[in-house]
C-alpha cells in the first residue's frame, strides 16, 4: 500500500464533505424502510424506487410481516412504477418470508443479531440480493456493519483519480470485493484524522464514516462527476427532489465548480 494513500483518501473525503456538508440521516426512512428502498433501487431511479416505498408505507406493507401476508398483486400495485416491478414484489415477498423464518421480525432485527461476517454470506443468497445490495443494508439498515459499499458511482470517480493507488483491476465490476477492501483498509488506517471530524456519537464511528464516504461520492457523481460530460469548473447539476443534501446543493451562491477539480486527473475542460 502506497504509505501516503490513507491520507489521500482522508484528504478527498474532506473536500467533498465542505463542498456537500454531512447529513447524518443520508439515507431516509426505517432500517426496513431502507432494505426495500436498496431492492427497489436496483436498475431503477432513486426517486421512483422510494415513491414506491412511500406507496409500501401508505399501504402499510413495510413491514416483514405484512409483507409476506400480502397478496403479491397489491404489493406489486404499490410498486408499479419501478424497473421489474412483478419480479422485485415476488422478490420483496420471498425475502420477507426468508428473514421471518430465520427468526427475525425486522432487518433491525436481523442486522443486530450477528456480525458482518456471519451475515454478509447469508445475504448474499437472498434473492436480489449481489455485494452492492447487500452492503448497501448491512451498513445503512444496521448500525454495526462498517463495510464499503461499491456502486458505479464510486468506480466512475476513482476512475478519474489517478492519483490514488488503487489494486489493478479493482475498477472493474469483478473487483468488487478488491475496491471494498482497499477503501476499508485506507480508512481504517487513518482513524485518528478521521477522529477530528464530527460523527454522530450513536453510531459507531467506522459506520459513520462508511456511510458518509459513499454518500458524497453519490453527491459527487450525481452533481459533478457525470459519466458523460462532467462539471469540473462549473457549478454542479441540480440534485434529487427532497434528497437530504442534493437538492438544495449546487446553488449558485454555493458552487463554482468540482470540489476535486485541483486534485483530479481527468480532463478539466470536459464540459
Ligand atoms: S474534476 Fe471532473 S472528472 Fe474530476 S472528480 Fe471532479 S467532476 Fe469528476
Redesign the pocket.
Known amino acids: 500500500m502506497h504509505p501516503e494513500s490513507p491520507r489521500q483518501l482522508f484528504d478527498l473525503y474532506c473536500s467533498l464533505r465542505e463542498h456537500f456538508g454531512f447529513a447524518p440521516q443520508w439515507w431516509p426512512g426505517t432500517p426496513d424502510e431502507i432494505a426495500l428502498t436498496a431492492i427497489l433501487v436496483q436498475q431503477c431511479s432513486w426517486d421512483v424506487a422510494w415513491d414506491a416505498v412511500l406507496q409500501l408505507r401508505e399501504s402499510r406493507l413495510t413491514t416483514l410481516a405484512a409483507l409476506a401476508g400480502a397478496e403479491e398483486q397489491h404489493i406489486h400495485q404499490a410498486i408499479r412504477r419501478v424497473t421489474f416491478g412483478p419480479t422485485k414484489a415476488k422478490r420483496l415477498q420471498q425475502i420477507a418470508g426468508l428473514v421471518l423464518e430465520r427468526g427475525k421480525t425486522s432487518f433491525a432485527e436481523l442486522l443486530n443479531s450477528a456480525s458482518t461476517t456471519e451475515l454478509r454470506p447469508w445475504l448474499l443468497t437472498l434473492p436480489g440480493f449481489g455485494r452492492e445490495t447487500t452492503d448497501a443494508v448491512l451498513l445503512y439498515a444496521g448500525n454495526q456493519h462498517p463495510v464499503f459499499v461499491v456502486d458505479a458511482y464510486a468506480r ?2 476513482f476512475s ?2 489517478d492519483s490514488l493507488p488503487l489494486p489493478d483491476k479493482a475498477l472493474k465490476p469483478a473487483g468488487y470485493e478488491m475496491l471494498r477492501t482497499f477503501v476499508e483498509q485506507q480508512v481504517r488506517s487513518a482513524l485518528p484524522l478521521y477522529r477530528q471530524l464530527e460523527f454522530p456519537a450513536d453510531v459507531p464511528l467506522e459506520v459513520a464514516i462508511f456511510r458518509d464516504l459513499h454518500a458524497q461520492l453519490v453527491e ?2 450525481r452533481h ?3 459519466r458523460n460530460r ?4 462549473r457549478q454542479g447539476a441540480v440534485g434529487w427532489p427532497g434528497y437530504a443534501i442534493c437538492e438544495n446543493h449546487c446553488l449558485p451562491e454555493i458552487c463554482g ?12 475542460d ?1 464540459e
Open positions: 466512475r470517480v478519474r483519480l459527487l457523481a459533478h462527476c457525470h462532467p462539471r469540473c469548473q465548480r468540482c470540489p476535486l477539480s485541483e486534485t483530479c486527473d481527468f480532463p478539466q470536459a
